[in-house]
């Protein structure tokens, strides 16, 4: 386990924080999160529904045709977007010039996890088909962090598109019972316990390892030292360079998983700096 000393000076309460899967929480959590949605200072933003899926269209003000990131927001598949997403999402419009839809996909336990997946599927493949009414110019890329990059993944090896770039971040690849796993199971933010609850609530799904990916997209992936998922992004960015893919893979050393929750840490803005970087450096590809 992590000492408090590694943690707690960098990220504050964040490093204390400890989430709850019980039934209340995630209802009372869907009920005042929607109320807390700010943050997005500086985009035009757009709500609108398709695929089964709400979506909010982040751009920065006057841009015209672009590119765009599709996200898919982590929560263990139960929580919804937090007002922290939507921060991440303005910064990426804003410094990769691009427009971000952020995708507000079916939640477990009311839905397993095989409608969450063909949502998260068909909203990838409505930004594909639809670049002239979203204002895109048909550049894309998926991302996702958490929950929400297994979803991004799955996304990206069911459309067998063109895309620009997969941005995996601390991302959920269902690699079973990791050394992190058995090392972190109370971390702050997530942990195994919490891991294994989550998979209670949706149901079995494939790990994206048991996937052919030499057809995968050029990939940046990146883990949190801290995390009980530390092992399978590290093992998912290993399997891309296997199978010949391009792969940048970051570890963050010192930061527990959903680190950027904490915005105004050094850390958090380094990160998002670089995924920034990558984001910009995919789409002049």
Not at 145 to 151: F, P
Not at 172 to 190: C, I, K, L, N
Not at 238 to 257: F, I
């Amino acid at each position: 386990m992590p000492s408090s000393e590694q943690i707690d000076r960098q990220f504050g309460f964040w490093a204390t924080f400890r989430p709850s899967l019980a039934r209340p929480v995630i209802a009372l959590s869907r009920a005042v999160l929607p109320v807390l949605l700010k943050g997005t200072d500086g985009v035009c933003r757009r709500d609108l529904c398709a695929q089964g899926c709400r979506m909010t269209l982040l751009s920065a003000p006057g841009a015209g045709q672009t590119p765009c990131l599709v996200y898919f927001h982590g929560g263990g598949f139960v929580f919804d977007a937090a007002p922290y997403h939507y921060r991440n999402a303005a910064a990426y419009a804003r410094g990769a010039h691009c427009k971000v839809l952020l995708v507000r996909y079916p939640l477990a336990p009311r839905h397993p996890i095989g409608e969450i997946v063909s949502a998260c599927r068909a909203a990838l493949l409505y930004a594909l088909e639809n670049a002239r009414a979203l204002g895109t110019d048909g550049r894309v890329a998926v991302g996702g962090d958490s929950a929400g990059g297994y979803l991004a993944a799955d996304a990206a090896l069911f459309v067998r598109a063109p895309l620009r770039l997969a941005m995996l971040l601390y991302p959920v690849v269902g690699g079973g019972e990791t050394p992190s796993m058995r090392a972190y199971p109370d971390t702050p933010m997530w942990n195994a316990r919490l891991n294994r609850r989550m998979w209670e609530y949706v149901g079995d799904a494939p790990s994206v390892l048991q996937h052919d990916l030499s057809s995968f997209p050029p990939a940046f992936v990146e883990t949190a030292q801290f995390d009980c998922l530390h092992d399978e992004g590290a093992a998912l960015a290993a399997r891309l360079r296997e199978a010949g893919r391009q792969v940048a893979y970051t570890d963050r050393a010192g930061a527990m998983h959903g680190f950027d929750i904490a915005q105004r840490c050094a850390v958090t803005r380094a990160a998002l700096a670089e995924r920034i970087a990558a984001l910009r450096a995919a789409f002049e590809t």
